[in-house]
Every structure is written in C-alpha cells, then in structure tokens.
Nanobody, 120 residues
Framework: QVQLVESGGGLVQPGGSLRLSCAAS????????MGWYRQAPGKERELVAV???????NYADSVKGRFTISRDNAKNTMYLQMNILKPEDTAVYYC??????????????WGKGTLVTVAS
C-alpha cells in the first residue's frame, strides 16, 4: 500500500504563487505515475498535471505555462509549483499515485487533499 500526504495549501491573492508538496510512503517502489487533481465547489474532480516514473509530464490546458509538476524520487516527494494564480484555481488539490505490481495489478491511491483559496 501507499500513503500520500499533501501540504502547502492556503490563502493566496490573485497573481500570487504557491507550492504544494506530496510525500509518499509505503510501497513507493511500485509507483509508476503520480499526479495532481483538483475539485472546485460544485464541480467534478479534474486532472491538473501528471508525471511518470520516467519524467514525462502532462498538464491541463487551463494551467499550462503557470503550473509545474516535478518529483524527487530520492525523497519520495512530488511538487506542484503554482504561479500567477487565478480565482478559478480555487479548489481542494489531491495527490494521486498509480501503482502496478505483478499479482496485485494496477491500483490508485489518494491523499486527503489540501485547500487552495485564491481571493483578494
């Protein structure tokens, strides 16, 4: 199993920056991809950014050029650098890990989320 703990959320003004962190523990060797998702009030959860074990990244169109996802495998930590934040970025941000192990197959794990509020 994998445990995920997010941190770094909070209140920030429009145009500001924030960096989220996700610390992974447990069977981290089985993780082949990690990502950030977010869920705004009254909206469905959506993909923000993903990064594979090989370092390949992908972003939602709404955050391209503003957000950067990265991983430090030695520290088992994933980051989301968020710049030029907009009110529409307000949401609960969730850390996700996708794993695969022979015998167990593919599984998804989630953190409890961290709230990001962008407002004046």
């Amino acid at each position: 199993q994998v445990q995920l703990v997010e941190s770094g959320g909070g209140l920030v003004q429009p145009g500001g920056s924030l960096r989220l962190s996700c610390a992974a523990s447990g069977s981290t060797f089985s993780i082949n991809a990690m990502g950030w998702y977010r869920q705004a009030p009254g909206k469905e959860r959506e993909l923000v950014a993903v990064i594979t074990s090989g370092g390949s990244t992908n972003y939602a169109d709404s955050v391209k050029g503003r957000f950067t996802i990265s991983r430090d495998n030695a520290k088992n930590t994933m980051y989301l650098q968020m710049n030029i934040l907009k009110p529409e970025d307000t949401a609960v941000y969730y850390c996700n890990a996708h794993t695969f192990m022979i015998g167990a197959g593919a599984m998804d794990y989630w953190g409890k989320g961290t709230l990001v509020t962008v407002a004046s």
